[in-house]
């Protein structure tokens, strides 16, 4: 099993910056692909960014140029600044890894609020 527990959720104001940070624990070993999805009240969770092992990525079209992804190997922890928020980024944002066997896992989740 691994544990992902995140970190920076918060409230902020339209055009301000949050860092949200994910770390991984327990069985660690064979992790791909760290990454962020979020979720909105009343809409289906969507991927916002994803990072492999190796350092490609892939962004949400929504938030390229506003989000960067990021990931520490030595740490297992990806991170994910994210600028110039807009009201329409309020979500619960998980963490996610899959390991190269195909496994999924999920973080509790970190609540994001751009207030207006």
């Known amino acids: 099993q691994v544990q992902l527990v995140e970190s920076g959720g918060g409230l902020v104001q339209a055009g301000g910056s949050l860092r949200l940070s994910c770390a991984a624990s327990g069985s660690i070993f064979s992790i791909n692909v760290m990454g962020w999805y979020r979720q909105a009240p009343g809409k289906q969770r969507e991927l916002v960014a994803r990072?492999?092992?190796?350092?490609?990525?892939k962004y949400a079209d929504s938030v390229k140029g506003r989000f960067t992804i990021s990931r520490d190997n030595a740490k297992i922890t990806v991170y994910l600044q994210m600028n110039t928020l807009r009201p329409e980024d309020t979500a619960v944002y998980y963490c996610m890894c899959d390991k190269y066997a195909g496994i999924h896992y999920w973080g509790k989740g970190t609540l994001v609020t751009v207030s207006s």
């Open positions: 990072v492999t092992s190796g350092g490609s990525t």
